[in-house]
């Protein structure tokens, strides 16, 4: 072999090394990051409570279950009186909500989040009162108290007021406390299997071998596209906890599928680099129609007999651009499609509907998701 053919060799092989690693380093991902364990999940937990100590932004006297909740905690501390003759500016009628972790124990403290369900203007400077927390079960797991934090305000009256983010949200750090235990041990698991986040046949067998191959022999099966099954009695563990982490700590290589998520709300598009567009022309117009109303005062001339009159004068003015064209070749990638569609000036909404079309088209190798 002479030095040309030594020299050849030594870049080819270099740059297929240099793709191949950094290919792997692009999809290489640790299993708890991208797999959760069955059966150990959060519960969501929902109190119906009522938040005191407002400067009268809370519920209006319309809202008659505002009214009756105070009559009733009132009356469960010794104060009898009539639900009619109960002010409600200063209290609230809220929905408390949280999530309880699994193996929760009680003692522990939960980040609350406080939703207004009545009129209030605000819950700034409110107290949540003791409030207990269930779960879709109907049992209670917590207890919920404290003062509020929000994330905004509300000023001024109807006439002329200003509102900065959601003053009728509100969020108490540490305000809940765990009364009852989560029923999650894993000492009485039967068996051990892990759940996708993105489902994927490819990412499923990935999982699976890795696994066999740091046991040295088969334990793990890929049971469908997000469902990995562990045989623990292969795994000889003897403890499950130590199984879990040894296994979570494990590198795979994660297939991930091309998609082009949508916001047609906020105008929002999210697309991966991987994400290939087949040869597609596409031809993109704007018709524009205006239409301005002014009104002019039509006064009649002195001495005579006429009235006074608003006469409305409309301005119609219609304007259409020539269509503006695109052509991608052949495996195009994402930039340059967002780089043509901004060439031509086309809006985050007018990519939208370009987007939609080329997917009808067949023109868009990925899954196109509209939220």
């Known amino acids: 072999m002479n030095y ?36 150990v999940r959060d519960n969501p937990l929902v109190g119906y409570g009522i938040v005191v100590g407002l400067k009268g932004t809370g519920d209006s006297r319309q809202t008659i279950f505002t009214v009756q909740t105070l009559a009733n905690a009132l009356q469960r501390m010794g104060v009898q009186i009539p639900p009619g003759t109960a002010r409600v500016n200063n209290v609230a009628a809220v929905f408390v909500t949280a999530s309880l972790p699994p193996f929760a124990r009680p003692g522990m403290q939960l980040d609350i989040t406080v939703s207004s369900v009545g009129d209030a203007k605000s819950l700034e400077g409110g107290l949540l009162l003791l409030t207990p927390l269930s779960a879709a079960d109907g049992q209670v797991y917590a207890a919920a108290q404290g003062p509020l934090t929000i994330g ?12 900065v983010n959601h003053p009728t949200v509100g969020r108490i750090a540490g305000g809940g406390l765990v009364e009852r235990p989560a029923p999650v041990e894993l000492r009485t698991f039967p068996k051990l299997a892990l759940l996708l986040r993105e489902p994927s046949f490819g990412t499923a067998s990935e999982i699976a071998s890795s696994i066999n191959k740091d046991f040295g022999h088969s334990v793990a099966l890929a049971a469908d596209n997000q469902r990995v099954e562990i045989d623990l009695a292969s795994a000889k563990a003897t403890n499950l906890a130590d199984l879990i982490a040894h296994i979570e700590g494990l590198g795979v290589t ?22 290939r567009v087949g040869g597609v022309s596409i031809l993109h117009g704007n018709l524009s129609i205006q239409i301005a109303t002014q009104y002019e005062v039509s006064q009649p001339e002195a001495l005579s007999k006429g009235q006074t009159a608003v006469v409305p004068q409309q301005d119609v003015r219609a304007q259409e651009t020539p269509a503006r064209r695109v052509e991608l070749r052949e495996g195009a990638s994402v930039e340059q499609l967002v780089n043509g569609l901004q060439a031509i000036g086309a809006t985050a909404r007018d990519v939208i509907a370009i987007l939609q079309a080329v997917k ?6 990925a899954d196109l998701e509209v939220i």
């Open 4 to 39: 040309r053919s030594l020299l050849v060799f030594a870049m080819s092989l270099g740059m297929v090394l240099s793709t191949a690693l950094a290919e792997e380093e692009s999809k290489k991902a640790l299993i708890r990051d991208i797999a959760t364990v069955e059966g």
């Open 152 to 163: 905004g305000y509300s000023a001024g009256n109807s006439g002329n007021a200003r509102q």
């Open 254 to 275: 994660v297939h991930r599928r091309a998609k082009v998520v949508v916001n047609e709300r906020t105008g929002t598009i999210v697309m991966g680099k991987d994400v």
């Open 360 to 365: 009808a088209a067949g023109a868009l190798d």
